[in-house]
Structures are given as C-alpha cells and as structure tokens.
C-alpha cells in the first residue's frame, strides 16, 4: 500500500529544537512510497539490484524493501559503488537543509565543502579554518555522512563537470581541470564510475532545460523544495541593490561576485510555478562555478526545508494566520558576508537610499572595474584590505563610525574575524561585539543574513510594531516558543509592519489593536 503524503510527513523533523540527524530506515521507506519532493536531498535511495542511487521522488518502479539502502549524501552512495540514477539525477536535488542549520563541526564542515574549499586549500585548509586535526574531520564527516572529504569533494567535482559538460561548448580537457580534477584520466574515469557514462556521451545527452543562453553565460536551474514566495525574497534584494553592483529590473536580479579565481555576475529570476530558480552565470574564471552556485543557494536560502518550518510557525497562534498567508517567505542571505558586514556599518542609523548612495560611493571609490562590464553592473565590491585604508573623506561618515567600519575592515582582511561558510557562529558574535561602534543588531542581522543562522529574532522598531498590532499584551518569552526558526519569524513579522499583509488574516480584532 502506498503511503499518503500526509503520513510521510511524519517522518520529517518535528517541533523539536534540532532536526533530526538520522531518518530511521522505515520512516525513509515510507517516504520513498510517497514520492514526495520535498524529501529530495534529506537521503538518498540506493537499489542493490541496479546499483543504482536516486532521489526519494523518482519515479522508477518502486523496489523491494530488501534491496533498499539508504544515504545521507551522494558521496555516501558513490563511495559504497553506486551510480548516479540518469532519470532523476539525485546529485542535483536541493541541498539538505540539515548543513546549513547546524552550528557544529559537521555542518560547518559541510558547508565550508560545498563552497569548494578542499579544491582551493585541501583537507589541510579544511581543517584549519575548522579548528580541528585532518583526523577528527575525516573521522566526525564519517560518522554522520558516509563519506569523508575528499569523496565529498569528488562527487560535487563530478556535479560541476556534468553542469559545464551539458551547458557549454568547451574542450572537455578544460571542463575536467576547470571542475578541479587534477588529471583527464581522473575526470573520464570519475564521469564513468558515477554516471555509468563518457564525458562525450553524456554531452550528447539532452538536459530538457530549455534554456538558450547567450555565449559565455552558464544556465542553470536551481531546485528547492517548495513553497516558496521569489518575488518577495527579488523585491527584497531589488530595494536593497546598490548602483554599480547589483541591479533589479523586469524581474531579474543581477549583481556581481567576487570570486576565489576572479570575477562573475548572476542573474536570477523566478521560473514561474516550476520548483527552480532560473540563474545565468558569468564568470572570469570556470573553476569558481561551484562557488558561485553556492553563493547563489546561499542568496536565497534555496536549501531550506520551507514546509517544515511553515508547519511548525504555523501552529502559532500568533504567526499561523500569516504563514497561512504567504508560507513560503524565505530568510534572504548574502553572497559575500564580509560585503553584508561594511554594507551594515555604512547604513546603521540611515535610510535604505542613503544607505545605497554611501555604498555606491565606496564601490566607485575603491572598487574593481569589470573587465566586461554588464548593464549597470560595472565593478564588484572592494576588497577588505583595500578599505582598510579608506580616507574618511571618501566615505561621508561621521568618526566614529569610520572607525568602526576601518577596525572591521582590517579584522577581516587579516582573517582576525572569519564570515565564511564554516564560521563559528557564537566565536564570531563574540568578536564582532569586541569591535568598538557594533552593537547587538549589527551582530544579529549580520548571524541571519551573512552567517545562515535560521533561529535569530531581530526585536527592532519594525518587529515590535507588528507584534503589538497582533498582540498589544505581548508575554514576555514570547519568541522562544518560534524557536529554532526565529529568524523566518522575523521575516514574516517585518513583511507585516511593512504593510506587505495589509490587514491581520484573523480579522477587525487585529487590526483595531494596531
């Protein structure tokens, strides 16, 4: 018999504090009946028979419990010998939204993998930024994934050379080095044990994207597990989008990347009621494209487990009429944590214009010019070390705040204060309120948005405004019950103060509160 969408449900993690580490094997079996999507990339299903992995949502026939096993990464999978299901290509589902909530060394480690750190600094540089031995990471990765660094590496080495091998037409010896092989024979024989297929052939093969991009520009469509409200996550960044990096017109957001090997630019716009975004990249230098991707994700919090987080919010009785509303608001994150952190300086105490116009300013003072500009895109951000010497003249700041934004500046141009991906999230909001001029909204805006913490409440004028037009007798603790997604709760909150939702979806009694 087949299992109901609604009893599947109840394999995903619940209103506990922490999701779930493991999916016990006959919650996993129960949801792989139900062909759910939302499941694709929680675990993956490998059949015995067929040596063969797919995602939970294939739609292969279904097999027999015995001949299952499950996974928690493609890496798990390849790494015990099976190969990549050609029909539902499960290592380019959604990223487990597990990584990017979990503060510990595995979820740090995770993420820090994905943005591509052991192609540019090996396990060694892996280790390092963790604070831990090559051994306790391999060991701990093992442990909760299947796979240590290096297989994790390959099987995202091996995603990067399908995506360039199927989007571009270039040499296949430039996709292999370009995705961070070290060799053409490593590449083909990486190619034929995870896809069962020829670099040649697996050109040849339609990807059914439909997309026509201009020449030099990488498409891409970027999964997510529904639902998902794009159009307010653009409205966001187009509001926020700076003259000179960022722009936001006819439904495209586009800004530049400043990337580990160069340069780049991304657009992105929705793609109607598919479940994927449609992104366009550019890029000075091929092997940054995993970055990129990543950065992108990031930007739109695409790995999140949206349902999950609307059917626990929306039990509220506070928040539940507007997750009814509009269940799918996403916590809108950053491409460059370090750009997010001047960016806040600049703009503490200050409209959202005059925020951009200081901004701009900086980016044409001290930023780098696109070797090929792209409509009102023309340079990227300026690098830390190089506003660390910013005159005060140049920045139209009063001085303190110059101070501060020079003094944070150099922190992280010295990697005193590291915003990347593997960030200690609670070590980081220790040594950013060390800094003088940065207070406790400064750290929690910059934990949600540059650092991916999904449990941050920002108590500012725009969220006690709208609690006490839902509630004027608000209890104190009141958000810890919305814990550990605060930061969605937050979201939600400012989208009501700002009139997003014009009236309280439960009635006149709201709004008589306001």
């Not at 026939?61 to 890496?75: G, S």
């Not at 024989?189 to 297929?197: G, N, P, S, V």
């Not at 009429?321 to 952190?341: K, Q, S, Y």
Request: charge should be positive; glycine fraction near 8%; proline fraction near 7%.
């Amino acid at each position: 018999m087949t299992t109901s969408s609604s009893d599947a449900r109840q394999c995903r993690p619940r209103r506990g504090a922490k999701l779930a580490r493991v999916i016990a094997d006959e919650d996993a079996y129960a949801a792989l009946e139900s062909r759910d999507q939302r499941f694709d990339g929680w675990f993956y299903v490998a059949v015995t028979t067929t040596g063969i992995y797919c995602r939970p949502s294939c739609p292969a026939v279904m097999p027999k419990r015995e001949n299952v096993r499950f996974f928690p990464t493609p890496a798990a999978a390849q790494v015990n010998g099976f190969r990549a299901c050609k029909r539902c290509r499960p290592d380019a589902a959604p990223g487990s939204p597990e990584w990017n909530v979990r503060a510990d060394l595995v979820g740090r480690a995770m993420r820090l993998i994905t943005d591509g750190i052991i192609d540019r600094e090996g396990v060694a540089g892996l280790a390092d930024r963790l604070g831990y031995s090559e051994r306790q990471v391999h060991r701990q990765l093992i442990a909760e994934v299947g796979a240590g660094p290096q297989a994790l590496a390959r099987a995202q080495r091996a995603q990067t050379a399908r995506i360039l091998l199927e989007t571009t037409e270039l040499p296949v010896s430039e996709i292999a080095f370009a995705a961070g092989f070290a060799s053409i024979r490593q590449f083909n024989d990486t190619i034929r044990q995870l896809f069962a297929t020829t670099p040649t052939r697996l050109r040849a093969a339609p990807t059914g994207t439909g997309d026509a991009p201009a020449a030099g520009t990488i498409a891409l469509r970027l999964a997510y597990r529904p639902p998902m409200h794009m159009q307010g996550l653009l409205d966001f960044l187009g509001a926020h989008a700076v003259p000179g990096i960022e722009e936001y017109a006819n439904g495209t957001y586009r800004r530049s990347l400043s990337l580990p090997h160069g340069a780049g630019v991304i657009a992105l716009r929705d793609a109607s009621a598919a479940a994927y975004v449609h992104c366009e990249i550019q890029l000075e230098d091929l092997r940054d494209l995993t970055a990129a991707v990543q950065r992108c994700r990031r930007l739109l919090d695409l790995d999140a487990d949206q349902q999950a987080i609307a059917d626990f919010l929306g039990g509220d009785p506070l928040l539940g009429p507007l997750i009814a509303v509009c269940p799918g608001r996403r916590v809108p994150g950053h491409v460059d944590a370090a750009e997010l952190a001047v960016r806040v300086v600049l703009g503490r105490r200050s409209g959202t214009d005059m925020a951009r116009a200081r901004t701009a300013r900086l980016i044409q003072r001290y930023g780098q010019l696109l070797a090929a500009p792209i409509g009102e895109i023309t340079h990227t951000f300026p690098d830390m070390n190089t506003l660390a010497t910013a005159e005060p003249a140049d920045l139209a700041l009063p001085p303190g705040r110059h101070h501060t934004l020079l003094v944070l500046a150099r922190a992280l141009a010295d990697g005193t204060i590291r915003l990347d991906p593997g960030a200690d999230r609670e070590g980081v909001q220790k040594q950013l309120l060390d800094l003088p001029g940065v207070g406790p909204w400064t750290v929690a805006y910059l934990r949600m948005r540059a650092l991916g913490d999904p449990d941050i409440l920002i108590p500012d004028l725009r969220v006690r405004r709208a609690l006490h037009r839902l509630c004027p007798a608000t209890e104190p603790g009141l958000s810890d019950r919305w814990r550990p997604w605060r930061s969605y709760a937050t979201q939600h909150l400012w989208a009501f103060a700002d009139g997003a939702l014009p009236r309280h979806p439960k009635g006149r009694k709201a709004d008589q509160a306001g």
